[in-house]
């Protein structure tokens, strides 16, 4: 009978032993929106090997933090010109709170954002920021965030408004919400009022040369990135998206005309919990090149009113028990949306996926002398997105 009692004493401790270990196997929030690869480039164990032609251009740097703005020179893209705060002094952020929006206390990011020069802005520690109101910029900055953990969450995300020039570097965006109207500084010299905000975790509204790279975003009430009001000439690279309804808007309005737009989505991971606009496109020309579309629910790419879509290079995998089709067409009959180009050219589809082509074929001759990323094959997409994300784990004397 004893032994018999030791062995049931032996199979509980057996179970409950096991349970911790997957209690504390369990990834957490931070690891699960910042990349889905068990963050290997992290450990440092092997040499930096850099996929991507961007990453190339500076990751693999042991002594990446002597010359951070180096990052300046490897965009790629529409946004081929945005060098953010290159030349001007560095801030370093030591205060993580947001709470005087018409007086920014020295040390905070709001601070550090409405400064009139140029400044490439990095922090002291690891942050938790929850802003009490959108973040409102002014040109020629750079947000890096390599060398800590930098979330932004909880609380309102960043306005990029009739600016110009601005770089959002390796930085966590997660459950964002919408913050109240009133009195806020948007310049060092004005102080105005402010409706309240949409809750999106980055607006970009009538601004030009933007680039966001390896950041993650999760969870905000209304987007993650939306681009509106004839902003143009931006980059989004290198970014991991998760848990998100609505995810990717770029133009706002079907009645005005934003033809001007140019953006490219490039090495982005688009995962778990989405459902559809990864992006949708009003107007303008969105160049889709090398991305890993592992998960949707609607659709991955929509749109309306004559927007062109270029999809090279990028890998669609099906859910199962999803909608197969990568596109849609908003509100549309086909004998109008047959004359946007929408073109679908090396992409890989598993799973059933599939892509509607319409338009022009011969669409390069119209775009020549665009700055357009050239397309890796779309087999190699998995390992050009494997940093995506703001999981680089950057420590001061080691590669990225």
Known sequence: MKAVKRLFVLIVCFFYVMIIDMVDSTPSNETI?????????????????????????????????????????????????????????????????????????????????????????????????????????????????????????????????????????????????????????STPHHVGVRGASDGDAICIFGSTDIWIDHCSFAGSYDGLIDIVARSTDITISNNHFVRHDKALLFGASDETPDENMRVTLAFNHFGKGLTQRLPAVRWGFVHVVNNDYTMWKCYAIGGAKGATIISQGNRYKAEHGAVKEVTHRNQAEKKEWCKWTWRSEGDLMLNGAFFVSSGNPNWAATYKGYPLLKPEPAHRVHELTSCAGAALGCRVGLPC
């Open 33 to 185: 929106i910042s990349n889905r690869r068990g963050l290997r480039h992290k450990k440092h164990h092997g040499p930096c090997v850099a996929h991507n032609i961007i990453d190339k251009c500076w990751r693999c740097d042991p002594k990446w933090a002597d010359n951070r703005q180096r990052i300046a020179g490897c965009v790629q893209g529409f946004g081929h010109r945005t060098v953010g705060g290159k030349g001007g002094k560095i801030y370093v952020v030591t205060n993580p709170t947001d709470s005087n929006v018409l007086n920014p206390l020295p040390g905070t990011l709001r601070h550090a954002v409405l400064q009139p020069e140029p400044l490439w802005i990095i922090f002291s520690n690891h942050m938790n920021i929850k802003l009490c109101r959108e973040l409102i910029f002014t040109s020629h900055k750079t947000i890096d965030g390599r060398g800590f953990h930098i979330h932004i969450s909880g609380g309102a995300g960043i306005m990029l408004q009739h600016i110009r020039n601005v770089i959002i570097f390796n930085i966590h965006m997660y459950d964002i919400t919408p913050a109240k109207g009133g009195l806020i500084r």
